[in-house]
């Protein structure tokens, strides 16, 4: 019942957002580096130390810079003063997109490819509806949930690791990194993919044995 009642708060909270009107730009996922980089004045990847819910401020510490000049480590943001304004809720690694404004602030804004490894960039997809042969919603099992759930962290990790992959190619491509840390960087990505591919054919396994299962009870029926 819990995921029940979260799946419903989930389709409430999208709905009310709808109706504030924030509109964003629509850009393929395939190019939101490109976007994103052309868009915004600094990009970096980095770990969201401390929040301030009150003043909607936030510290990132900066782990890698793909654009922009900026000599701290430490970064303060803002979440920007909009419908669409961004507010990070959990700290963690962050890849980054902001612009400075005429306070010299830095401003987040959903509207960019901003993103965690746990919420992917922009408003999360509504789950799909399942309806029977008059048009009726068939309401969701646990296990369709839980398959949603691991649907949506396997897709927001990939674009996690799919930004990060072209952001250093990026970076590659403007002699930003020094040759002895090239290998390093490809070692890792190599260990990533292989992270997530082993995640993608477990959750398929996962899928084909709760089928199998529930075919054979309805035969048994």
């Known amino acids: 019942m819990k995921l029940k ?96 404004k005429n306070d010299y602030k830095l401003y987040l804004s959903m509207c960019s490819p901003t993103q965690s490894q746990d919420f992917g960039p922009g408003w999360p997809p509504p789950p799909e509806f399942k309806r029977d042969k008059f048009g009726k919603i068939i309401e969701p099992t646990e296990t369709d949930l839980k398959i949603h759930e691991l649907e949506f962290k396997i897709e927001t990790l990939r674009s996690f690791i799919y930004q990060l992959e072209h952001l250093r190619a990026y970076k590659l491509s403007q002699n930003k990194i020094p040759k002895n840390q090239k290998s390093t960087i490809y070692e890792k990505l190599t260990i990533i993919s292989l992270i997530i591919n082993i995640l993608l054919f477990s959750i398929l396994i996962y899928i084909m044995i709760k089928k199998r299962i529930s075919s054979n009870k309805q035969i048994s029926e």
């Open 5 to 100: 009642n979260i799946l419903i708060l989930i389709i409430c909270l999208l709905n009310i957002n709808n109706s504030f009107a924030c509109k964003c730009i629509e850009y393929d996922k395939e190019k939101m580096v490109e976007y994103g980089l052309n868009k915004y004045d600094i990009v970096f990847y980095g770990e969201l130390l401390k929040r301030d819910t009150i003043n909607q401020t936030y510290s990132f510490k900066i782990i890698e810079l793909f654009k922009g000049n900026f000599s701290s480590k430490i970064i303060d943001v803002a979440s920007e003063r909009s419908n669409c304004g961004l507010f990070p809720d959990k700290k963690g690694l962050w890849i980054v997109y902001g612009n400075f």
